[in-house]
Each structure stands twice: as C-alpha cells, then as structure tokens.
C-alpha cells in the first residue's frame, strides 16, 4: 500500500459525459501529479500540483483540467469524453519536487468510455 | 525535452536466466528512478541512484546508474516468475521539477 488513494476504482460513461477523478496523496507529500497509461502505452504525464498550485504541465487536452485543494487532494476533471478517453489514470504523490523525486502510485482509476 | 528510452521493449524469458534492461538518454540527470508495474496496478519504487557511477542491489536485481548520469541499466539475476512486469525508469531534474518516464520494457518470466 503506497498511501495514496484514489476514488473511484472503475468508471464506466458513454461519449459528451464529463467525469471526475479524486486523489488523496500520502500523508505529508505537497506534490500530486496525474498520468493517463492507455492499453499497452507507457504513463503520459499529464499535469502536476505542489502544494495548490499549478507546477508543470505535460501532454494534457484543454477537455481535462485538474485542480489541487487547501487539505492537498486533488481532482482530474474530464469533460466531453470520447472513446479514445479511455485508460487507467494515475494519480502520484512525493515529497517535494527537488533531486530524488521519488513518486508513490495509487491504485489508478479505469475510465471506459462507451 | 528530456527523452528516455527504454531498450528492449518486450523480453521473454525462462526462470533461472539473467537478463539486463537499459534506460538511456542525452539529457543529465539528477536522479534517476526505477519503478515496476503489474498489469491493472499502479507503479511501485524499486530505487533511487543519485550519484554518477552508483550502484545498488535489492535482493537479485543490481541497478547502475551511469557515470554522467544520463544512461542506467537494471539486471536482474536468475530470474523468476514473480519478476514479470513493466519495468519504468524515469529522471528527475531538479530545476524543472518533474520526472520524465521511459515508455518501459515488458518482462515476462516463464516458470
């Protein structure tokens, strides 16, 4: 168990729909981060947050957006979902974003867009 | 942009063998981690090299991280099932702030 949890396990929605994807990061860790791994692809970093604001962005649509709250959770809003939306998305939390960056995984969110 | 590549992409093998995976670049890096993912699970941190030249084990596999800290190699010795898996590297750099991820190398160890 690395500490991070992210909620929910799975996530079934059709096409036009917009989700939302939440993530508490381990205890202590200032930096969330969010990955999409589609089928047999390695993890595209999408978008990352220290402790509330925004610090890199990566390959991610104008339909995702992401936001990191005063309590350090975090959440990945995807709107007008398509088919190729579909992945596992992981969230990552560490300590700070220097040397060493050493990021623990949660268990990932499956969105199936039908 | 700081590439990675990971090299090979799949490796099929039979318990017992030794195998080496290799993660290579021409950007330096700070740090460089080593992470392994199951199928339908997030990543998990196998190491961390930090200093050019470095290396450490865990148990069976020996991670090396190169001497200009741009390249890293993971081996593994008699390998077995349970080591099947993605095998991730990714590097930090300290100025941006942020890891980059090799795209992996897909292991499988047949019993």
């Given at each position: 168990?690395?500490?991070?949890?992210q909620?929910?396990?799975?996530?079934?929605?059709a096409?036009?729909?917009?989700?939302?994807?939440r993530?508490?990061?381990?205890?202590?860790?200032?930096?969330?981060y969010?990955?999409?791994?589609?089928?047999?692809?390695?993890?595209?970093?999408?978008?990352?947050?220290?402790?509330?604001?925004?610090?890199?962005?990566?390959?991610?649509?104008?339909r995702?957006s992401a936001q990191?709250?005063?309590?350090?959770?975090?959440?990945?809003?995807?709107?007008?979902?398509?088919?190729?939306?579909?992945?596992?998305?992981f969230c990552?939390?560490?300590?700070?974003?220097?040397g060493?960056?050493?990021?623990?995984?949660?268990?990932?969110?499956r969105l199936?867009v039908? | 942009t700081?590439?990675?590549?990971?090299?090979?992409?799949?490796?099929?093998?039979?318990?017992?063998?030794?195998?080496?995976?290799?993660?290579?670049?021409s950007?330096?890096?700070?740090s460089?981690?080593?992470?392994?993912?199951?199928?339908?699970?997030?990543?998990?941190?196998?190491?961390?090299?930090?200093?050019?030249?470095e290396?450490?084990?865990?148990?069976?596999?020996?991670?090396?991280?190169?001497?200009a800290?741009?390249?890293?190699?993971?081996h593994?010795?008699a390998?077995?099932p349970g080591?099947t898996?993605?095998?991730?590297?990714?590097?930090?750099?300290?100025?941006?702030?942020?890891?980059?991820?090799g795209?992996?190398?897909?292991?499988?160890?047949?019993?």
């Amino acid at each position: 168990d690395s500490g991070v949890t992210q909620t929910p396990k799975h996530l079934i929605t059709a096409t036009g729909q917009r989700v939302t994807l939440r993530c508490s990061p381990r205890s202590g860790d200032l930096s969330v981060y969010w990955y999409q791994q589609s089928l047999d692809q390695g993890l595209q970093f999408l978008i990352q947050y220290y402790n509330g604001e925004e610090r890199a962005k990566g390959n991610i649509l104008e339909r995702f957006s992401a936001q990191q709250f005063p309590d350090l959770h975090s959440e990945l809003n995807l709107s007008s979902l398509e088919l190729g939306d579909s992945a596992l998305y992981f969230c990552a939390s560490s300590v700070d974003t220097s040397g060493g960056n050493e990021q623990f995984f949660g268990p990932g969110t499956r969105l199936t867009v039908l | 942009t700081q590439l990675l590549e990971q090299s090979p992409q799949f490796l099929s093998i039979q318990e017992g063998e030794n195998l080496t995976v290799y993660c290579n670049s021409s950007s330096v890096f700070s740090s460089l981690q080593w992470y392994r993912q199951e199928p339908g699970e997030g990543p998990v941190l196998l190491v961390t090299v930090v200093t050019g030249g470095e290396v450490k084990k865990l148990k069976r596999l020996t991670f090396q991280f190169g001497d200009a800290r741009k390249d890293s190699s993971l081996h593994i010795t008699a390998a077995q099932p349970g080591d099947t898996g993605l095998y991730l590297c990714a590097g930090s750099d300290t100025n941006a702030g942020k890891s980059t991820f090799g795209d992996g190398t897909t292991l499988t160890v047949k019993p």
